[in-house]
């Protein structure tokens, strides 16, 4: 199913916006890359045209992501402005400088505007992390601790914020058991993913690689804590993403992407040709409270 066979007023879709490739962690498997584009998040004015055309065109919630998009200096002016525009906002971020500035002052100055933050962790031992490549610059082996510091200080400097928790199911946590890590967090949302391989982008990330059966065995040892589960299958064509220069891609056209940029195509010509599905969409747990949607 394409954009053309349903109504983005019946079904209110998110979007994730792959701001810029830039990003201080190194994860082995990471999927969010664009051949180092340089994007358009550093002009305030195109960055708004991008918003402005999504809420025009229907939708409801922004999540702003990277790379770290944390890096992004307009950050904060682009989140105020999607709130006001009526769209429920939200951050992904690996969490290294929500404790540290940028990230506490885009919480003191603009936290009211923000409705949720995603962070990543993938498990509570600080060494498989830094083996997966969640370290600062590739080197530090304080990502756990940091983000529970993360979680802390958001809570304590704007506790309207609704905390997510995503984590990668791999070959180095897939046996784990990580209730004591979550029940400390207590997220609104825990998501694991099991690590899909997208050619071309992450495929040295094979070995990491795991079935189905022990992704599903990952999740039934953490059923009480209520996982929102994504299998391979489900991830495919679920997502509505655009790429730094504000332009819709899928897996097929994430890094030769020929459609036009939101900045100067109207919503339903940079739509063209993308393979999406709604009905994906509603079946991960796509539609949620959001909060903050006018």
């Not at 065109?57 to 999607?82: H, M, Q, R, S």
């Amino acid at each position: 199913m394409t954009p053309a066979a349903f109504s983005f007023s019946e079904i209110p879709v998110a979007v994730n916006w792959h701001m810029l490739d830039a990003c201080n962690y190194r994860c082995k498997f990471c999927f969010a890359k664009f051949n180092n584009l340089k994007g358009i998040c550093h002009d305030i004015q195109k960055s708004r045209t991008v918003l402005l055309k999504l809420k025009e065109g229907g939708v409801k919630k922004i999540n702003f992501t990277g790379g770290e998009p944390l890096l992004c200096p307009t950050l904060g002016e682009l989140i105020k402005y999607a709130k006001e525009l009526g769209m429920a906002t939200s951050i992904v971020t690996n969490g290294y400088y929500l404790t540290e500035n940028p990230g506490k002052e885009l919480l003191k100055e603009y936290g009211e505007y923000i409705d949720w933050i995603g962070m990543s962790l993938d498990s509570g031992n600080p060494e498989v992390e830094l083996a997966l490549g969640r370290a600062h610059l590739g080197q530090d082996g304080g990502h756990v601790k940091r983000v529970r510091g993360a979680v802390r200080l958001i809570k304590k400097v704007a506790p309207k914020i609704q905390i997510k928790i995503n984590t990668v199911v791999t070959r180095l946590n897939w046996k784990e058991d990580m209730h004591w890590v979550i029940e400390e967090l207590t997220p609104e949302r825990w998501k694991v993913f099991q690590l899909k391989i997208v050619p071309g982008v992450n495929e040295g990330s094979t070995s990491l690689a795991i079935t189905e059966e022990q992704f599903r065995e990952f999740v039934n040892r953490h059923a009480d804590l209520n996982p929102i589960a994504e299998d391979n299958d489900l991830m495919t064509h679920s997502y509505l993403m655009i790429d730094p220069l504000g332009r819709f891609y899928d897996e097929e056209s994430q890094l030769s992407n020929w459609r036009n940029s939101l900045v100067e195509a109207t919503f339903k010509e940079a739509l063209r040709g993308l393979k999406f599905n709604p009905l994906k969409f509603v079946q991960r747990g796509g539609i949620y409270d959001w909060g903050g949607v006018k």
